[in-house]
C-alpha cells in the first residue's frame, strides 16, 4: 500500500524557516516525482514545489521561488522542503504527492493534476 507521511509543520514567526519531510513507502522512490501543494482556508489547492526522484529535475512555484527549496533522500526514500523567509500568505496545510515518471522516467515534472498517492498534510501556521 502506498503511503506517504508528511512531518515538520508547526508555528513560525513571519522570516522564520521549516523544513518539511515527507517519507515514503509502498513504491519504488525513484519511479516517481513528488510533489508538495498547500491549501490555505477558503482557497483552492496551489501547487509548490516538486521533483523527480530519478533525475533530480525541480520546478518551483513563482511564489516560492528564492525562498523554497526542494531535495530528496533516496536512501531514506524521504523528500525535503526546506522554507526560508516564511511569510503570513505561506500559511496552509501542505500536503506531498506522488507522480508516476513513466515506464521510462521521462514524464515531464510538473504540478497538475496527474498525481496518484497524496499525504495527509501538515499545518504550517506564519504569524505576522
Known amino acids: 500500500e502506498a503511503q506517504l507521511v508528511e512531518s515538520g509543520g508547526g508555528l513560525v514567526e513571519a522570516g522564520g524557516s521549516l523544513r518539511l519531510s515527507c517519507t515514503v513507502s509502498?513504491?519504488?522512490?525513484?519511479?516517481?516525482?513528488i510533489g508538495w501543494f498547500r491549501q490555505a482556508p477558503g482557497k483552492e489547492r496551489e501547487g509548490v514545489s516538486v521533483?523527480?526522484?530519478?533525475?533530480?529535475?525541480?520546478y518551483y512555484a513563482d511564489s516560492v521561488k528564492g525562498r523554497f527549496t526542494i531535495s530528496s533522500d533516496n536512501a531514506k526514500n524521504t523528500v525535503y522542503l526546506q522554507m526560508n523567509n516564511l511569510k503570513y500568505e505561506d500559511t496552509a496545510v501542505y500536503f506531498c504527492?506522488?507522480?508516476?515518471?513513466?515506464?521510462?522516467?521521462?514524464?515531464?515534472?510538473?504540478?497538475?493534476?496527474?498525481?496518484?498517492?497524496w499525504g495527509q498534510g501538515t499545518q504550517v501556521t506564519v504569524s505576522s
Open positions: 521533483i523527480s526522484n530519478y533525475d533530480g529535475t525541480t
Open positions: 504527492a506522488a507522480d508516476y515518471l513513466g515506464p521510462y522516467k521521462d514524464y515531464d515534472v510538473s504540478l497538475g493534476d496527474t498525481y496518484d498517492f
Open positions: 509502498g513504491f519504488p522512490f525513484d519511479d516517481y516525482a
